[in-house]
C-alpha cells in the first residue's frame, strides 16, 4: 500500500508499548491492539515504520510481522505453535550423524555433541544419536520435556523459538540461543555444517547460496526479535 502517513511514534500504553502513525495506534491485521512488551522492540519497529518511502514493503519490517504474529497467532494458536516446536525433540538436526566421509562425521561430533549435552543438563533433553537418516526413536517423554521447558516463554519469545526451531531444524539450538548459550550466527553456522561441507567438495551452488544468504537473515532476524522483546 502507499505510504499514507508522516510521522511514526513508539508510545507507552497500559500493558506495554505501542506504534502510532499520525498520532493513530497501528493494529494487527486481526484488527487487534498493536501492543509490544518491551520499549526496544516497539523503537525497533517504529523504525521499521519510518525507514518505508513512497509504499509500505511488509516484507522489509521482520519485526512488525514476528509483532503481529505473537499478537494474532498466539493468542488462538499457542498450543498448536509449542507442540510443532517441542516435536523437534523427536527428529533433532544434531542427532543425526554421517557415517562417511569420516572428517564430516568428526566435524559434527565436535560441533553438535556439546550442544546436545548442554540441552540434558540444562533443558532435561537426553537425546539419542544415531548415524544416517533413519528415523530414532527417542526416550518415551521427551517431546513432554521439551513442551515443558517451551512453555515457559511468553508469547513474544515463543514465535521467534518457533522460527528458529523450523529454520535450524532444531529445537537444541533454537532453545540455545532463546537461553543465551549460543550466538545465532554461530547457530546458523552449526545447522549449515553438512550443506557447507558438501559445498567443499562440489563447488558452490549459487541458488543454494541465496537461499542459505535469505536463510540466515530471517533467523538471525527471529534472534534479534527475542532479544528486543526481553530488553
Not at 487487534?32 to 522489509?60: G, K, Y
Not at 508469547?155 to 540461543?177: H, K
Request: glycine residues 6%; contains cysteine.
Amino acid at each position: 500500500m502507499k505510504r499514507f502517513y508522516k510521522a511514526v511514534e513508539a508510545v507507552s500504553v497500559d500493558g506495554g508499548h505501542a506504534i502510532t502513525l499520525d498520532g493513530k495506534p497501528v493494529r494487527t491485521p486481526a484488527r487487534a491492539p498493536f501492543v509490544v512488551p518491551s520499549r526496544p522492540l516497539a523503537a525497533a519497529i517504529a523504525a521499521e515504520w519510518d525507514a518505508q518511502e513512497d509504499e509500505v514493503r511488509p516484507q522489509s519490517m521482520p519485526m512488525t510481522g514476528l509483532a503481529n504474529a505473537a499478537i494474532d497467532l498466539m493468542a488462538t494458536r499457542r498450543g498448536e505453535i509449542l507442540t510443532d516446536a517441542a516435536g523437534y525433540a523427536d527428529a533433532d538436526l544434531l542427532c543425526y550423524r554421517a557415517d562417511a566421509p569420516a572428517g564430516l562425521r568428526v566435524r559434527q561430533d565436535e560441533s553438535w555433541q556439546p550442544l546436545l549435552d548442554w540441552a540434558a543438563e540444562h533443558l532435561g533433553l537426553r537425546l539419542v544419536v544415531t548415524t544416517g537418516v533413519v528415523h530414532v526413536a527417542q526416550a518415551p517423554g521427551t517431546i513432554e520435556a521439551a513442551q515443558r521447558h517451551l512453555d515457559a516463554y511468553d508469547d513474544f519469545t515463543m514465535v521467534g523459538i518457533s522460527r528458529l526451531t523450523q529454520g535450524l531444524g532444531s529445537v537444541v539450538l533454537a532453545a540455545a540461543i532463546a537461553e543465551g548459550h549460543l550466538a545465532a550466527e554461530d547457530a546458523f553456522d552449526l545447522s549449515q555444517i553438512d550443506e557447507l561441507w558438501q559445498e567443499s567438495l562440489w563447488g558452490v551452488d549459487d541458488e543454494a547460496v541465496a537461499r542459505r544468504v535469505l536463510l540466515r537473515q530471517d533467523l538471525l532476524d527471529a534472534a534479534r526479535f527475542m532479544t528486543l522483546t526481553r530488553s
